[in-house]
């Protein structure tokens, strides 16, 4: 099930606060800008929120000693989503060809949300206020937690390795994935539980799983 299935039935009403959005700095996190890598997006620059980057910063404070954000994502823009929506599709259709129409959506769905221009169910990366991350030790090397940023299967599910065996590297893929999820839910941030790398605060997502009346930040673009 993706973020919208559940979304579109309980629509939490959005209050929109009208904060602007920051650049995030190299100065602060590593950022590898992944979509502008990989030609969805047409600019380099990860943004979000002011007061979501702030809780960001604050979530980097309590991380082992030495230990950063690498963000892959912030802000993304309609045209960018609706990119990585048709290239996952495209993608799934060419290696599934008798799967229908219906199939093909709720299979991509579950990984990537559509370019939404309803205001009352924005898009979540077009709120501003969502964020794709990991983290890289003291050394700057990656953690490693078992899967890649947007590796589309069930292994990035964010429990997925949650009952290995404990004296194997699934276990250990668990446990850094629950130094990254504990930090930022520390600090308010929820996560989505079928992507380890993708946090939110503010959001429908957020005020549906934090059982908050409403949230405070719609589309930037609507």
């Known amino acids: 099930m993706g973020i919208f299935d559940s979304l579109k039935k309980s629509r939490p009403p959005i209050e929109e606060c009208g904060e602007a959005m920051d650049v995030?700095?190299?100065?602060?996190?590593?950022l590898d800008p992944k979509y502008f890598e990989w030609g969805f997006a047409?600019?380099?620059?990860?943004?979000?929120?002011?007061?979501?980057?702030e809780k960001l910063r604050e979530a980097r404070g309590v991380l082992p000693d030495g230990w950063n954000f690498k963000v892959w994502d912030g802000f993304r823009t309609l045209t960018t989503q609706k990119a990585v929506y048709m290239?996952?599709?495209e993608r799934l259709e060419h290696e599934n060809p008798s799967w229908s129409d219906e199939k093909l959506r709720?299979?991509?769905?579950?990984?990537?949300?559509?370019?939404?221009?309803?205001?009352?169910?924005?898009?979540?990366?077009?709120?501003?206020a969502t964020v794709d991350l990991t983290l890289v030790d003291a050394s700057g090397s990656e953690i490693d937690m078992g899967t890649e940023f947007d590796e589309f299967r069930e292994a990035s599910y964010s429990d997925h390795f949650a009952d290995a065996d404990e004296e194997s590297e699934a276990a250990i893929w668990h446990a850094n994935r629950l130094i990254l999820r504990e930090a930022m839910e520390k600090i308010g941030f929820t996560n989505?539980?079928?992507?380890?790398?993708?946090?939110?605060?503010?959001?429908?997502e957020w005020a549906e799983q934090t059982g908050t009346?409403?949230?405070?930040?719609?589309?930037?673009?609507l």
């Open 24 to 30: 995030l700095s190299d100065d602060e996190f590593v």
């Open 106 to 128: 709720e299979k991509v769905e579950i990984f990537v949300a559509p370019a939404s221009h309803d205001k009352s169910l924005p898009s979540p990366h077009n709120t501003g």
């Open 192 to 204: 989505y539980h079928d992507e380890w790398w993708h946090f939110s605060f503010g959001t429908q």
């Open 213 to 221: 009346d409403k949230a405070v930040y719609g589309s930037v673009e």
């Open 87 to 89: 290239d996952y599709l």
């Open 42 to 53: 047409d600019t380099p620059k990860i943004k979000l929120r002011k007061s979501v980057l």
